[in-house]
């Protein structure tokens, strides 16, 4: 057997064993990834100390350039969520609109709401709300609840600061403005498609309808930390917008200013992740927080609150970057782009497919997004015609494909609007793989004009 290949077995003996940790073993990802990345090391003759080392740049080189930006992220969202402006953005999208406009509404207020938030974490602010719509109006609660997990969730599978895109964003060296731009060509019509157009096709499969008298709702509330003054709608929604509006505005004044000028230099600093959310967690601190009468022990209350959740994503984002790491100490991403140029299926639709599959086993979108990047991300140096941007894309977009019952999503979904495990599949299941596809679509739709 020649090294190469060799090699290239131990490569995917390790995925297997990454997913068989966590399936089988119910190992937490964290240590799964370092496991699985340690022992490809050792057994493909790297020195323990020299395989640590290497997992350990790895970690670093991912964290930096993820990091900073998904924790800057939650900051905003914590703001948001404990001043009362994500509430406040939400009540005046649903108002009083007639009930066949609800689920239009809803899906249009959690993709700006989930934009800043973790999903878990939006979702379950916004379950009271759904509620509240669906007993006022007397509806089917799917007929509300579906749509606001198909817009908050083209937030999460999509657009940065979330963790699966910005880990995508750093692992292939992409322009966070534009994977943003990119992202919304597809996420606004994805949303709509997948939100009160899809809603409408499945309603007939809704089944029995929930007791909106019971459920696991009374424990969550949406009400601001001792609110003094109400939110401004206007001000939360410029919080929203400030990010992906100056990291928009940075690209495409940096493509259309010289380099070395003091406005490109401006533009540049748009265009920077980590500028354009300190810059909008600055302004949320004022604008929603302290001008709604906040001391700054509650405004600290809420940034900790947002930050709680963070931890085990951080870690996870971290050993995903050193198992890469580890790939690449071992040889084995040089020899996949050797290999790859002699493949038939493009880039895209590989990354996506890889995504996909370890998706399906793993259940984590953003497990699934690190092992996908390690593995495909040495095709862009085959393929230098390919956008880095749309590569996110595609890959994060795998990582949202068939959510089941090993995903936390599936059970969140399920439990809280008190569904059966198949009115789970034939809705939450349904609405995530039509989402993939279509994002798929997408991708490979704005390939035929966008290159790298």
């Known amino acids: 057997m020649s090294t190469d290949l060799q090699h290239l077995l131990l490569g995917a003996a390790a995925v297997v064993v990454l997913v068989l940790l966590i399936t089988k073993t119910k190992l937490h990802p964290f240590l799964a990834l370092a496991l699985s990345a340690l022992g490809l090391g050792i057994a493909s003759g790297i020195a323990p100390v020299r395989a640590v080392e290497a997992f350990q740049d790895g970690f670093g080189d991912t964290l930096g350039g993820s990091g900073p930006t998904i924790g800057l992220g939650t900051l905003l969202g914590g703001i948001l969520l404990g001043s009362g402006g994500a509430d406040r953005i939400a009540t005046v999208f649903i108002g009083s609109r007639p009930v066949k406009w609800i689920p239009a509404a809803i899906t249009a207020a959690a993709l700006l709401i989930g934009m800043p938030h973790l999903f878990d974490v939006s979702f379950v602010m916004l379950v009271p709300l759904v509620y509240t719509v669906a007993k006022r109006s007397n509806t089917h609660l799917l007929w509300v609840g579906l749509p606001m997990a198909a817009g908050l969730y083209v937030s999460h599978g999509l657009l ?12 292939y060296g992409a322009n966070t ?60 929604l ?3 917008l400030l990010p992906p509006g100056l990291m928009l505005i940075g690209t495409l004044g940096t493509a259309n200013t010289a380099e070395g000028t003091l406005p490109y230099q401006f533009f540049d600093a748009c265009n920077s992740s980590v500028l354009s959310l300190l810059a909008a967690v600055v302004f949320a601190f004022f604008a929603l927080g302290v001008r709604s009468g906040f001391g700054l022990g509650q405004l600290q209350k809420m940034a900790s609150k947002g930050l709680a959740p963070v931890g085990a ?74 956008s880095p941007e749309l590569m ?31 009115q789970t599949f034939r809705t939450w299941t349904l609405m995530l793989s039509v989402q993939s596809l279509l994002s798929l679509a997408g991708v490979m739709l704005l390939s035929t004009v966008v290159h790298g």
């Open 313 to 386: 994503i951080i870690l996870i984002l971290g050993a995903g970057g050193g198992f890469k790491a580890m790939l690449t100490e071992t040889g084995i991403d040089q020899l996949i782009s050797d290999y790859a140029v002699d493949w038939a299926i493009p880039p895209l639709l590989l990354g996506w497919l890889v995504a996909a599959l370890l998706r399906i086993c793993l259940g984590s979108a953003t497990v699934a997004t690190a092992a996908a990047t390690a593995i495909v991300a040495p095709l862009l140096s085959a393929s230098p015609g390919t």
């Open 177 to 236: 403005g534009l994977t943003i731009l990119w992202g919304l060509v597809i996420g606004i019509p994805m949303a709509v498609l997948t939100g009160p157009l899809l809603t409408r096709v499945v309603s007939r499969w809704f089944g029995p309808a929930p007791d909106l008298d019971r459920g696991p709702v009374q424990s969550v509330s949406t009400e601001p930390e001792h609110p003094r003054k109400p939110a401004s709608f206007t001000l939360a």
């Open 238 to 240: 410029i919080t929203v």
């Open 160 to 171: 940065p600061p979330h963790p699966s895109p910005t880990l995508a964003v750093s692992a």
């Open 392 to 422: 996110v894309l595609a890959t994060a977009s795998g990582a949202v494909m068939l959510s089941h019952v090993n995903d936390s999503g599936f059970w969140l979904f399920k439990e809280y609007f008190q569904l059966s495990v198949a």
